[in-house]
């Protein structure tokens, strides 16, 4: 009976979850001790504890009351088979908490895709606010015009233009302004997109006859990331100004991000740049110490992690130029110590690091990427590039496509050929699941790190 309780909770969750998440956190749960109300959940690990207790511990409880349990109280407890067998018993489950109905979950479902796909017309990722970045000497002027854009958008800094090299923030700095808008003035309309699904669209739109100009033009703010794409393209480039334009004249505000200041961007027609020109262009820097040491501190306790004073110093001493990668060394670290059951302490990050460290020479091609991936996987290089979708060949083609783009920087369609697709918004959302998995899932981390490891040797 009472797992029953459980199997029906399950079935809902998996309905809400995306399929990933629900493998990795939710597959191998089960019921502990059930005690009137409170609810103990058996759970593998303290990384499926951290998430389940931070991202889904409501959705839980909403599901537990829908089978029946007033006011349930939910805790986890990590599986303790190899320590404790007895503490597995499991108490009586009363009767009135008897499972009822599945129909009306899926009526709950129902709203919360409306609300996803709302979401995702903006273009806009709900992870990057500015809450969760971080203010420093490095980037307090582009926070500073960031907030200033958000409150009165096309009001000044029209275009904000925002530069550095890679890992620094900009695209959480330009989301987080579209994030806050979308929330403070729902009435605006926002549209996020990077330069390379500007410039598909606008061929796909020659090509195909379609409507273009509509889309980017019927917008109060066009947040347009990584620009630098748009160098050689001429017609792009070209119908871009006459976007520009027409936004500009009806004050809608105009945010764009490149790795360079706009007189640095090769081939960019004179016209173009003096446009990028005219509003208000702002560097971000290298972070200082500080800021990354805090960097760390926020996004450790995020994942529900305290980590040492000296772990944190010697993670912010070890990456100084780009925090995508301070926070890649985090959560591999944060992996490790799951995985292997030991304290994310400075001798755990040292080991990790010295293997990364020491075999680091960048002489990787693309070729090496793709059948390092497919060989850790143990699949075949016809397969990996081959049409077939199956899940054993899917996700290692997805995980080859993230490696190009992470340790090769190579651009999506260059990605998509690589694997043989034709469309380059497959490499685009292969990249994202990834990157989404990262976060959620130890283990792929753990492939991740080894098919670097084994790349780097
Ligand atoms: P860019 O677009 O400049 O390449 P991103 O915005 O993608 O960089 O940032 C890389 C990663 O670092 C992201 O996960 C982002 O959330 C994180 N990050 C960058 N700057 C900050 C900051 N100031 N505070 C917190 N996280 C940050
Ligand atoms: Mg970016």
């Given at each position: ?6 199997h029906n909770v399950l079935g809902e969750i998996e309905l809400l979850v ?283 306790s995020a994942s529900g992690v305290q980590l040492d004073q000296s772990t ?105 050929s690589e694997l043989n697709r034709k469309d380059h918004t497959t490499a ?30």
């Amino acid at each position: 009976m009472e797992q029953t309780l459980w199997h029906n909770v399950l079935g809902e969750i998996e309905l809400l979850v995306p399929k990933a998440s629900f493998e990795a956190l939710f597959r191998e749960t089960k019921l502990g001790r059930l005690n009137g109300s409170q609810v103990e959940i058996i759970v593998g690990n303290i990384f499926i504890e951290a998430q389940l207790e931070r991202r889904w511990k409501k959705t839980i409880l909403d599901i537990l009351v829908k089978n029946g349990l007033k006011n349930p109280e939910v805790s986890f407890v990590i599986d303790s088979r190899k320590r404790d067998p007895v503490s597995r018993e499991v108490t009586r489950l009363s009767e009135q908490t008897t499972p009822t109905s599945v129909a009306s979950p899926l009526v709950h479902r129902a709203a919360q895709v409306t609300k996803r796909s709302s979401q995702s017309s903006t273009g806009l990722n709900p992870r990057y606010t500015f809450d969760s970045f971080i203010v420093g000497s490095s980037n307090d002027f582009a926070y500073s015009a960031a907030q200033a854009v958000t409150k009165d958008p096309g009001a000044k800094y029209n275009p904000l233009f925002l530069y550095s090299g890679v890992g620094l923030g900009k695209t959480h700095l330009m989301q987080a302004i579209g994030n806050e808008i979308v929330t403070t003035q729902p009435n605006l309309r926002v549209l996020y997109v990077t330069s390379e699904t500007f410039i598909k669209e606008f061929l796909d739109a020659i090509r195909f006859k379609k409507d273009f100009s509509s889309k980017y033009r019927d917008v109060d703010v066009l947040i347009i990331d990584d620009m630098q794409f748009i160098a050689g393209k001429e017609k792009t480039q070209e119908e871009f100004f006459h976007t520009f334009n027409d936004l500009h004249q009806r004050n809608k505000q105009i945010i764009i991000s490149s790795d360079r200041p706009p007189k640095d961007i090769p081939t960019l027609t004179e016209r173009l740049r003096s446009r990028f020109e005219w509003g208000m262009t702002i560097d971000i820097q290298m972070p200082d110490f500080e800021t990354r040491c805090a960097i760390l501190d926020t996004k450790a306790s995020a994942s529900g992690v305290q980590l040492d004073q000296s772990t944190v110093q010697f993670l912010a001493n070890s990456f100084r130029t780009n925090i995508r990668e301070l926070e890649g060394a985090l959560n591999n670290l944060l992996a490790y110590a799951e995985v292997r059951n030991v304290p994310p302490s400075l001798e755990t990050a040292k080991g990790l690091l010295a293997n990364v460290k020491a075999t680091r020479p960048r002489h990787v091609t693309t070729r090496q990427v793709v059948i390092k991936t497919a060989a850790h996987f143990q699949i075949s290089l016809e397969d990996i590039v081959s049409p077939k979708r199956s899940r054993e060949i899917v996700i290692p083609r997805q995980v080859a496509m993230y490696l190009l783009r992470s340790e090769l920087h190579l651009s999506f369609p260059k990605i998509a050929s690589e694997l043989n697709r034709k469309d380059h918004t497959t490499a685009i959302h292969a990249i994202e699941k990834i990157e989404k998995e990262i976060k959620l899932n130890p283990l792929i981390r753990e492939d991740i790190n080894t098919i670097r490891q084994v790349l780097y040797q």
